[in-house]
């Protein structure tokens, strides 16, 4: 069992080997192996409830909830059911994406926390040039030494496929900007889910207060 810490601790790792190989073969299709062998997060002990005091969103009308959890374990049942061809990969800029989506998906973060480098774009049958069957992207955000970090994934229509099971035992939401939010935290990283105009966004904080969380998920919001 390894606690959360030690599992974005090894995505980085991944992460951070995959750029590497990237840089050198420009193989995209490490990245989407990446996404399908993810490993999965399952609550063991009871979701808490407390309300958040996030002085300015409270003032704004908004309201903010944290579920609570003390420990998680890993599971591996929930994977996506399809293989992703790395011939079948388009490459997108960030309007092009904006576009797509039909919704900002770059969010503001904090002064410190610089955005990765990497590859974004969809997966169209027939090589490229057919109808999207994939269009997962994941945005990844972190300081110098990686003590602080965002990671958001997103996909068009629905949630992403979630490796955070915990999700499933939030009853009271978030409400910001009047759109409802699942908000949890473990283990000092916050995590988030919620479709905003047709995209389903997830996004884990390393590091973050709840605030500077908060504000993340409220850039995407507007």
Known sequence: MKSSEEMVTSLFERRAQYDAKQKQKKKIFIRAGAVLGCVCLIVFAGIGIRHGTVSDMAQQGNKIVIGHTNGIMTDSSRKLDFKLKPE??????????????????FPEVPDDLKEWDDIQGVYRENGGTGDVYYDGVILNYSNEDFSRSVNLEI??????VSCYAFFD???????????????A????????????KDAG????????????FVDVIASLIK
Not at 169 to 183: A, L, N, P, Q, Y
Request: glycine share 10%; proline share 2%.
């Open 88 to 105: 079948d990969f388009v490459e997108m800029d960030k309007a092009s994406l904006t576009e797509y989506y039909g919704t900002e998906l």
């Open 201 to 212: 966004f997830q996004i884990i904080g390393q590091g973050l207060t709840e605030s500077e």
């Open 185 to 196: 935290e473990a283990d000092g990283y916050y995590y988030a889910q919620f479709m905003y």
């Open 155 to 160: 996909e068009k229509g629905s949630l992403p």
């Open 169 to 183: 035992e939030i009853e009271e939401r978030s409400v910001i900007e009047g759109t409802e939010v699942k908000i």
